[in-house]
DNA sequence: CGGTCCATGTGATTGTGAACACGAGAACGC
DNA sequence: GCGTTCTCGTGTTCACAATCACATGGACCG
């Protein structure tokens, strides 16, 4: 059959990354009770202005009404569609530490459409403890998890050193998207959605302007 | 007497978020005993083009010698003083669950010129704890410690509900630098510079370009 | 049923960052 | 000391994102 959903114009990048955040707050608008919400409010919600938000949610298709405003519950299922929320993407996490358990003990992914399916490490002492339900497993057996496992999506919570390893391992597994909190650079070949969150470099990035703000601090002992 | 460090032209937005990972793969380089560097180089260890690095360099200065390349040395010393590194920004984690505790636990920060100075949680059972080295304090206490402890950037890992609350404490108590992991949004005054890391949003990125990429995958049971 | 109101949706404009191409200039060999 | 070679530094061009401004069209009232 024909695709059922018409391509419709491209988002830009920068869109997608304010979708998700449009979700989470009329989210909250639902568990309240609003049924209608204008651009205005949304805006301050997310914490943009009211214009980007029109324009952003212009790309999904015209789900507002003028002189009203959107329907909250019409334009969270749309929103959920285009996200691809209908559908769960299994993750993997690799890397059992501080950061990696964490992660696994959080619930907030399950939450949003991406149930931890599978934990993963090295390490022999790690290998077999249960953490929030599931057992750890070892990275030789990756193949066989990511396919049993419907894992779509695979977290790089391992120190430096083994982050591209981990990945290749992930790509050849079959994953074609990956998550790397290691503070390296990884590369993976094209066709693979890498992102990467690092901590550090976040703090950095506050101590710059923090820094150029106020640069005579340096000289206060 | 003058500014010693004349005002340089103002450095784009997204060039500062590149000069730390130039800085890491530096470091690296160092480490490895290597004296210089081209932009392509330094390019390919940071997962960007060459013509991308000069440019971020040049807003530093004229630090590359023409047809030879960067003195990682020198190159690395210029860029530390402008990121501010030489002045170290102590770092208070308030919210010590799952994340928090990961993050206290985690060494990188100190190493990059990120001390953690303090603990804070409202949970008694939380509260007087050692985490690596630092015992919890309470919220409360939030105003003095921050004054005595020279703190200059706040991160919040407390649930959602709190994080608001917790950021105008942090802004009353004089920080100038949040670091948010709640997912939702907060606001800061004029002033002061907010960061979030979500890492749920994270997911859902990814999410939207696999769904994207293979949305007939949606069909199959 | 016509008029008014009001927030959406979107073309136009402005601003910012990425990509490109090439001139500038330092090292090195002859 | 001259020419060659190599890589930086940067002006220019192109692409994309933010912002603006207003026409559009549905809702609602009388
Ligand atoms: N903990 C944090 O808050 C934090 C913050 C920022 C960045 N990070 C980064 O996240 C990564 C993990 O940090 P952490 O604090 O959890 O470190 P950690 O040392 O506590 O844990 C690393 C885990 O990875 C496992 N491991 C090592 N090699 C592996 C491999 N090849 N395959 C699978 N597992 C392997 C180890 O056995 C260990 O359990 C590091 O790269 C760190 O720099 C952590
Ligand atoms: N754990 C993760 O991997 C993860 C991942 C993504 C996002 N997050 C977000 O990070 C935040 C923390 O997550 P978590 O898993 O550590 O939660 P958690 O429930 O384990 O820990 C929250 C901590 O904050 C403390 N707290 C509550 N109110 C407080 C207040 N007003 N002041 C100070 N402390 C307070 C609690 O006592 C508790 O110790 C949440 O907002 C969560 O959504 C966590």
């Given at each position: 059959m024909m695709s059922s959903v018409p391509p419709r114009r491209r988002i830009p990048e920068a869109t997608v990354a304010r979708l998700p955040v449009y979700q989470r707050s009329l989210t909250e608008l639902r568990e309240g009770g609003v049924a209608t919400v204008s651009s205005e409010q949304l805006a301050d919600l997310a914490g943009v202005n009211a214009a980007k938000v029109r324009k952003d949610l212009s790309y999904l298709g015209s789900y507002g009404t003028r002189g009203v405003g959107y329907e909250v519950e019409y334009l969270l299922f749309q929103m959920n569609r285009e996200l691809g929320l209908s559908q769960d993407l299994g993750v993997v996490i690799v890397g059992m530490g501080n950061l990696g358990q964490a992660l696994a003990n959080y619930g907030g992914f399950g939450e949003r459409g991406?149930?931890?399916?599978a934990l993963v490490d090295t390490d022999a002492t790690k290998v077999g403890n249960v953490v929030h339900g599931h057992t750890v497993q070892h990275l030789d057996d990756l193949e066989d998890i990511v396919g049993k496992g419907r894992i779509r999506i695979g977290i790089i919570a391992t120190p430096v050193e083994a982050a591209q390893n981990v990945a290749d391992l992930l790509v050849g597994a079959g994953v074609e998207s990956i998550l790397n909190f290691a503070p390296t650079t990884v590369h993976v070949p094209e066709g693979v959605t890498l992102r990467k969150v690092d901590l550090a470099l976040e703090l950095q990035i506050l101590g710059f302007y923090q820094h150029r703000d106020a640069p005579d601090a340096a000289v206060e002992a």
């Open positions: 991406f149930p931890v399916g």
